[in-house]
């Protein structure tokens, strides 16, 4: 028993690994094509992974309501359960029972596309995402690839979102959104590329054993600030919230946006930032790593810590300016980014 | 660019139609030329940055800004032609609704304007006791410009610092006066009530505290490299052009003329009081946001002589009951916390004045947005906007 509870939170690379075998050699037995199983455990992995999604949501909303309460002075939710924990799900009840509005001008087919994009985009993230050991539904040997480019496909869906509504502050929103997430693409992906200079791979797995005990934040620390800031303006985040600036564009490419299907997009910005601090965690600081405690905890340990950086981040400063934002990622974190890259591949060349 | 349209009213059945007349439905407005980029682009009078509901229909060419044509009139309330059925004492609360914002100095000019009529002298004490309700005033409302400032500029962390400073000068003057806005506070010949007891130990208390939390709202905010950079030579504004659009306060200050009303018009206590004038070098936005936290600086001093100097006495003259001020005419002018507050009063001899005009300062301020606007992008709208510290229901009356 002790040994199955070790396995349970320690090693659970090897639980799944004989869990799996033994499933495959008893369908091989019986006849039945291990297709299908290996489907079944995919499925499986969906569902735990939009389980994750919806708690991860509650959960963090409340983080953020309360520290940023904290910060200005207030006491945030306190009605809805203990410490108003549960103030999220009253609120996404109060969502789902209002009335889902369509302008009559907007294209119907692609507004109602749009949130379901931006979710799926967020929700295939999670494909690559190592939680713990063995705890990944697929370590691809190009998963840093594969985090980059389904990292960017959010932005199709806030521009069909911003066009598809027919409101001149959404259409404005989304191309601004559009801008945004691709310019600041550029630095994270050459920031990327030099972690996988130090650790030889692509695969997200391997680059988490590839790290020092205390992680690749002090081989790159150029590079953790670079990544911190270019994922932090691809979720659209404070204090480059420029797609959905309230006092602008009254908030951007949601405006015509209600019920569930505002609270779609919703879940997948607050999904998106616990994605940025789980892939700074993962890269940056060790993943799942750690002395003493499982390495669920030590992950969500460190991608919370990274949530708690940007959540503060975003409520001490104000928001930039459109040029402003694109002038930062050309001139100032894509010489940083390219140069952190260039000393990284002379370092580990001569070293 | 796809062709975007307002409303729906093409969709709208035969009957509905026909029940309003087409052309009240929308608005006619300038239509934009086919061949350009540009589009024209609605904001208010339900927008976030208009602070109130004021309209501005801008002409846009991408994010720049091609034109601008503001649209007022939403809360106007005919109050100056109210004033001529009202008597002079009923006037007084009329004048708190012209500026919650600041109502005190609303009180101030109105009431100062008819003890001139009446050619009322009006005792030491109730001087300082206007002078430190004036000030407190004028602290309570470049907070909020601070607050309502940064929420347009997307930090919403300043807007609670400010909002905490402020309700102590709110819970201080609702001590005195019983009211938080629309306090209501002055009469002809002195104040309703005298101030409360511990009206000193809490001023003091404030004082002594806000001028650290005052540098701490100045470092989160003005001093920001965000807000400099979004706020710097834009949206500048010269002194000639300042002057000639008849901008008052802290907004023609910015653009480096020193003009104050308590300097250069004096009135009740303030020649004999030290505190200085701070003047914007550029006229730009970065420069008004400076003036007024500058200005929140020299209050706190004011506030400390008057409290050093404040004489016994009684809290209102011997004014007669039913005011009846002879046949003349006055103006009489305060620095409010926007600018130059002004009534210009005509008394026929009644116990109702012939003619009230108010002279406004976010009338003034606001007719100059078109030209600092022009050439700037969207974003700097709301930062210009914002900069000027407008009060609706002050441009409109």
């Known amino acids: 028993m002790g040994h199955f509870l070790y396995d349970l939170f320690y090693r659970t690379d090897v639980l799944l690994d004989a869990w799996r075998t033994a499933a495959h050699q008893s369908w091989a037995m019986r006849g039945w094509p291990v297709v299908i199983l290996d489907v079944l455990f995919q499925l499986g992995w969906a569902a735990a992974a939009a389980v994750f999604l919806a708690v991860n949501a509650l959960f963090i909303i409340w983080f953020e309501r309360k520290l940023a309460a904290r910060i200005q002075i207030r006491r945030g939710p306190n009605r809805v359960g203990p410490w108003g924990i549960l103030q999220t799900l009253a609120d996404t009840g109060k969502m789902l029972i209002k009335e889902d509005i369509i302008p009559d001008a907007a294209d119907r087919g692609v507004f109602k596309a749009a949130p379901l994009m931006v979710l799926a985009s967020t929700f295939l993230l999670f494909v690559v995402l190592p939680f713990g050991r063995g705890l990944v539904p697929a370590d691809l040997n190009v998963g840093l690839l594969y985090f980059l480019a389904i990292g960017g496909l959010s932005v199709i869906g806030i521009l069909a979102g911003g066009w598809a509504s027919n409101n001149k502050y959404s259409l404005m929103g989304g191309m601004r959104s559009a801008a945004q997430i691709v310019s600041y693409e550029v630095p994270a992906v050459l920031t990327v590329l030099s972690i996988a200079l130090l650790a030889g791979s692509l695969k997200l797995g391997d680059i988490v054993r590839a790290q020092p005990a205390f992680g690749y934040i002090l081989l790159q620390p150029v590079g953790f600030l670079l990544f911190l800031t270019a994922s932090n303006a691809e979720i659209n985040r404070g204090p480059f919230d420029l797609p959905e600036s309230d006092s602008e564009l009254v908030s951007g490419f949601v405006t015509e946006y209600s019920a569930m299907r505002f609270a779609i997009f919703f879940l997948a910005e607050y999904t998106n930032l616990f994605l940025a601090g789980a892939f700074a965690a993962t890269l940056f600081l060790g993943g799942w790593r750690g002395p003493l405690l499982p390495p669920v905890a030590w992950f969500l340990i460190k991608s919370y810590f990274v949530v708690f950086l940007l959540i503060w981040i975003r409520w001490t400063f104000p928001r930039l300016r459109v040029d402003h934002l694109m002038a930062f990622s050309w001139k100032v974190l894509l010489p940083l980014a390219l140069a952190n890259l260039f000393i990284t591949a002379v370092l580990v060349k001569v070293l | ?397």
């Not at chain 2, 975007?4 to 009213?9: E, L, M, Q, W």
């Not at chain 2, 938080?180 to 409360?196: E, S």
């Not at chain 2, 004011?302 to 809290?315: K, N, S, V, Y």
């Open chain 2, 1 to 397: 660019m796809r062709n975007v349209t307002f409303g729906n009213r093409d969709k709208m059945p035969p009957t509905a139609r026909g029940t309003v007349p087409a052309a009240t439905v929308v608005q006619p407005l300038p239509s934009a030329s086919a061949t350009s980029d540009e589009f024209l682009l609605n904001i208010g009078p339900q927008h976030p940055a208009t602070h109130g509901v004021l309209r501005v229909v801008v002409t846009m060419d991408g994010e720049v800004v091609k034109d601008i044509v503001p649209h007022i009139g939403y809360v106007h309330r005919g109050l100056e032609k109210l004033f001529e059925n009202r008597t002079y004492e009923q006037i007084i609360p009329f004048t708190d609704r012209t500026d919650y914002l600041s109502a005190i100095a609303n009180n101030f000019a109105y009431v100062r304007g008819v003890e001139m009529l009446l050619g009322l002298e009006v005792p030491r004490k109730v001087e300082y006791m206007r002078v430190l309700m004036a000030e407190l005033n004028r602290i309570a409302s470049h907070l909020l410009w601070l607050a309502a400032y940064g929420l347009d500029m997307g930090a919403f962390t300043p807007f609670l610092y400010a909002f905490r400073d402020r309700e102590e000068i709110v819970a201080m003057i609702e001590e005195a006066s019983g009211g938080r806005l629309t306090t209501n506070y002055f009469r002809v010949g002195g104040f309703v009530h005298d101030l409360p007891k511990d009206f000193f130990a809490r001023l003091r208390k404030f004082l002594a505290r806000f001028g650290k939390a005052l540098n701490e709202l100045d470092t989160l905010l003005v001093e920001n490299a965000i807000f400099v950079a979004r706020t710097r030579g834009v949206g500048v504004i010269g002194k000639e052009r300042a002057v000639s659009y008849g901008m008052t306060g802290p907004c023609l200050r910015a653009s480096n003329a020193a003009f104050d009303v308590r300097r250069d018009m004096p009135y009740s206590i303030y020649p004999s009081l030290e505190f200085e004038i701070p003047v914007g070098r550029n006229g730009d936005t970065w420069d008004r946001s400076w003036v007024r936290i500058e200005e929140m600086r020299q209050s706190l001093a004011i506030l400390r002589q008057a409290m050093e100097g404040f004489p016994e006495g009684e809290h209102r003259a011997r004014a007669p009951r039913n005011i009846e001020p002879p046949a003349g005419e006055v103006y009489s002018a305060v620095e409010g916390p926007r600018g130059e507050i002004g009534f210009y009063i005509v008394s026929d001899g009644t116990r109702k004045p012939y003619r009230v005009k108010m002279r406004k300062p976010s009338f003034s301020n606001f007719s100059a947005l078109p030209e600092i606007l022009r050439g700037l992008k969207i974003a700097d709208l709301v930062a210009v906007m914002g900069s000027l510290d407008l009060v609706v229901p002050e441009i409109d009356r």
